[in-house]
């Protein structure tokens, strides 16, 4: 695992942005899975301005949500299908036909959930699967104690999370009590995981996936098992952790041709 650490929130995004271009520039037309929640928001803005400036070519990127909401009516604004479309499709100035994302909605979860870890492998596999982390440990909507081998499924929200998630309602009772989300074992299946953290609510979190050890507990931890994962902190996400000194001296060490 690589830990990056950068100085704030901006300087997170744009550099997982240019990672996300250089993607591009090799395969045109990769799988970019893409996660919501506050903390990515600078990687698309950064890349749309670079889709904007014409400095990457995203006209043939698909993308691929993490996760959805259970019970929120079609076309609801906070339903990560809104959410993505709204703030990565549209900006990148992609259509709906190059997005796909697991149906919250339908009447066969399970089935629906089985037909979505499939139609992501008949796509080839996620090429570069963004990640934000919450504040205890989750990936995607698996919530601690998920099983590490875990499959798309439905999943019940912690309080904790439902907490964190209510600023985007109207009021903290209309967070959804269901989830489905891609699996751990789903989410291990990308070629590059890239999680980004930011702000000090995070530091635990981060910390404990990080550095404690493999634990369902954590479930964010299981990046540990893959063989690409890199973890972009800002400083204050970063303030838990042992080894950042070592953390940066290896990325300031790293020759730059690398890339993340
Ligand atoms: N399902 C999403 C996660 O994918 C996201 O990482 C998390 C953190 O969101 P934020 O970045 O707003 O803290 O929120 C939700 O729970």
Not at 176 to 205: N, S
Request: glycine share 8%; charged share 20%.
């Amino acid at each position: 695992m690589e830990v990056v650490i950068v100085q704030d929130a901006v300087a997170g995004g744009e550099l997982v942005a240019e990672t996300i271009a250089a993607l591009l520039k090799r395969k045109p037309d990769a799988l970019l899975g893409v996660a919501t929640g506050s903390t990515p928001l600078p990687v698309y803005q950064a890349l749309a301005a670079q889709v904007r400036a014409s400095a990457v070519d995203a006209s043939r990127a698909r993308i691929c949500q993490l996760d959805e909401y259970v019970g929120l009516p079609a076309g609801h604004p906070e339903s990560y299908r809104s959410v993505v479309l709204r703030e990565v499709v549209e900006p990148l100035g992609l259509t709906e036909e190059s997005f796909m994302g697991p149906d919250g909605s339908a009447e066969d979860i399970a089935a629906a959930c089985a037909d979505y870890d499939r139609a992501l492998a008949e796509a080839g596999g996620v090429d570069l699967q963004l990640l934000g982390i919450g504040t205890d440990g989750h990936i995607g909507f698996n919530e601690p104690c998920s099983s590490l081998a875990s499959r798309t499924r439905i999943k019940t929200l912690t309080k904790q999370t439902r907490e964190d998630n209510a600023r985007f309602f109207d009021s903290p009772d209309e967070v959804p009590h269901h989830v489905v989300t891609q699996g751990i074992g789903t989410i291990l299946d990308a070629r590059h995981l890239v999680l980004l953290a930011t702000g000090e609510a995070k530091a635990e979190a981060v910390a404990l996936a990080v550095e404690g050890p493999l634990s369902a507990l954590v479930p964010a931890s299981a990046l540990q098992m893959h063989p690409h994962a890199t973890v972009v902190v800002d400083e204050a996400a970063a303030s838990k952790l042992k080894l950042a000194d070592y953390f940066r001296a290896t990325y300031a060490a790293k020759p730059v041709w690398q890339g993340l």
